[in-house]
């Protein structure tokens, strides 16, 4: 169990890189963890559960090492096809990567859905394990106390031998840098998987489609993010602009399920619908490094989640 370490790793150390998965049960701090450790926004965040649906990797470039990160959604008791596929989607990056950070927020007692996916992980012997504890700005020492003597002993009772256990706070950076250290210990000798300065291998066209997302879940009902996809049509630089003043024109479609989340999405006389584009054009423009403009248009399909045809469509 590690609570404080200022110890520099050691110049001499041979050089790692890998890759290393966050699960945990959805809006346990996976994605928020993700952006903090590369220190730039590559995966969605949400106060909303169940908002990551793509395998984001962040990368984290380190003198000795090189960590690739990659964020999948929260493994959960599926209601709906898009549920059953995104439940593989996360099983299936187990069994790929080298080191599995299970993320439990310190505000919440241990529940059903940690045990549900403590139990999974204890299936997988040869991967080495560290239990993140997320959240700890929310929580008072007695309270986090309680809930690393909590995780301990959830490990034992199920056989699982935890490499760490580490308590973090991704929006208050305090040991972020340690959770980067001690994942990178776990990695394999070996040399960069990806250019030095690379964050992300997502495509772009993903990650503006993330960050839409994001900006559309903000401040909507409960069941609206669970029916919102973002599909990103075409990203075009604007024809006969000055090299000093370059325009990217993005055009892309928000897909809801029902006609009545229409009203929802777009707000009154369009107000809402402008808000989340003006939010999104800015996070974009920060990727992209570029000015953009940004075209979005709201769709209705119909319980596209329930639908085969539908989920090929909107990419799942």
């Not at 998987?193 to 879940?217: K, S």
Request: glycine share 6%; charged share 25%; proline share 7%.
């Amino acid at each position: 169990m590690v609570l404080m370490s200022d110890t520099p790793s050691s110049p001499a150390s041979p050089y790692r890189s890998g890759f290393a998965c966050f699960v945990g049960r959805p809006n346990a701090g996976k994605s928020t963890l993700t952006n903090a450790l590369v220190g730039t926004k590559v995966a969605i965040t949400s106060d909303r559960p169940q908002t990551t649906r793509h395998t984001v990797r962040g990368i984290v470039h380190r003198p000795d090492s090189q960590l690739v990160l990659v964020d999948t959604p929260g493994l959960h008791k599926p209601r709906t096809l898009l549920g059953e596929r995104l439940n593989d989607l996360v099983r299936s990056t187990w069994a790929e990567v080298d080191v599995i950070g299970f993320c439990l927020p310190a505000d919440q007692k241990l529940g059903p859905g940690d045990k549900f996916i403590a139990k999974e992980l204890a299936e997988i012997k040869k991967t080495p394990k560290v239990a993140i504890v997320t959240k700890t700005d929310l929580v008072d020492s007695k309270r986090l106390a309680e809930q690393l003597i909590a995780i301990a002993q959830l490990g034992a009772e199920l056989g699982i031998e935890w490499a760490e256990i580490i308590p973090v706070s991704a929006t208050g950076d305090k040991q972020v840098d340690l959770v980067a250290e001690l994942l990178t210990k776990l990695l394999p000798e070996g040399q960069p998987l990806y250019p030095d300065g690379d964050l992300t291998d997502e495509p772009e066209q993903i990650m503006v489609a993330e960050l839409i997302r994001e900006a559309a879940l903000e401040g909507v009902r409960d069941e609206l993010p669970h029916s919102l996809a973002v599909v990103v049509e075409e990203m075009i630089p604007r024809e006969d602009r000055p090299a000093d003043r370059p325009l990217l024109d993005i055009h892309a479609n928000v897909y809801i399920e029902r006609q009545s989340q229409k009203a929802i999405v777009i707000g009154a006389k369009g107000a809402r619908l402008k808000h989340v584009g003006t939010t999104a054009r800015k996070h974009i423009e920060a990727l992209l490094g570029t000015p953009v403009y940004l075209d979005l248009h709201v769709k209705v399909a119909k319980d596209w989640q329930r639908d085969p045809k539908q989920l090929r469509k909107l990419g799942f």
